[in-house]
Structures are given as structure tokens and as C-alpha cells.
Nanobody, 122 residues
Framework: QAQLEESGGGSVQAGGSLRLSCRYT?????MAWFRQAPGKGREGVAN???????HYADSVKGRFTISRDHSKNTLNLQMTNLKPEDTATYYC???????????????????WGQGTQVTVSS
């Protein structure tokens, strides 16, 4: 059973940057970041598959970068030019599938972290 643990959340002003990390206990083929704002559903932010191919939500393209470090069993999300609408709890997710058909869909993933809060003030 894989375990995922996020870190790096916090509060920042609009235009600032944050780097989220997710440590996992077992190497997974495809991993992703999701977020959930109060009163809203969980939405996909970014995915990286087993080949290193990445996918991003339109709302974060050009601002967020997903990466993974296999030597450290860590998934990262570098977030720049943050906006108040990026405020949410961010979750790390993983699945033993090399290339999910819908990489930003919650239905594709069966391992989840507990989440880390990101708050962006205007």
C-alpha cells in the first residue's frame, strides 16, 4: 500500500511562489496534483506519467511545473505567479497505471495524500 505525504503549503501574496512536495513510500507509475477550494469539487492541476510526459490544467499552464525525483521518491509542484483563485487544499495522487486516459480526472487515481493548504492573498 503506497503512502503519500504532502508538504510545502503556506500563505503567500498574489504574484508570489510556492513549491509543494509529495513524498511517497513506493514508486508509482503516474502521479498528479489536485486541488479543492472550499465549496468546490476536486480538480486536476497537473500530471506526470511514467514516461515523464506532463499535462496541465489550462488555468495553471505557464505558471505551474510538475516534476518528480525518483532518487528521493518525491513529486514536486513549483507554483509561480500565484493568484487568489489558486487558494485551495492541494493533494498528491498516484496510480499504478503508466498513462491514464484522463490524467487530470480524480477517477484515475486510487492513492491520495492528506493535502496541504495554499492560501494566496490579494
Amino acid at each position: 500500500q503506497a503512502q503519500l505525504e504532502e508538504s510545502g503549503g503556506g500563505s503567500v501574496q498574489a504574484g508570489g511562489s510556492l513549491r509543494l512536495s509529495c513524498r511517497y513510500t513506493r514508486s508509482m507509475w503516474s502521479m498528479a496534483w489536485f486541488r479543492q477550494a472550499p465549496g468546490k469539487g476536486r480538480e486536476g492541476v497537473a500530471n506526470i506519467d511514467s514516461d515523464g510526459v506532463t499535462h496541465y490544467a489550462d488555468s495553471v499552464k505557464g505558471r505551474f511545473t510538475i516534476s518528480r525525483d525518483h532518487s528521493k521518491n518525491t513529486l514536486n509542484l513549483q507554483m509561480t505567479n500565484l493568484k487568489p483563485e489558486d487558494t485551495a487544499t492541494y493533494y498528491c495522487a498516484a496510480v499504478y497505471v503508466p498513462r491514464p486516459l484522463n490524467p487530470l480526472s480524480t477517477d484515475e487515481y486510487n492513492f491520495w495524500g492528506q493535502g496541504t493548504q495554499v492560501t494566496v492573498s490579494s
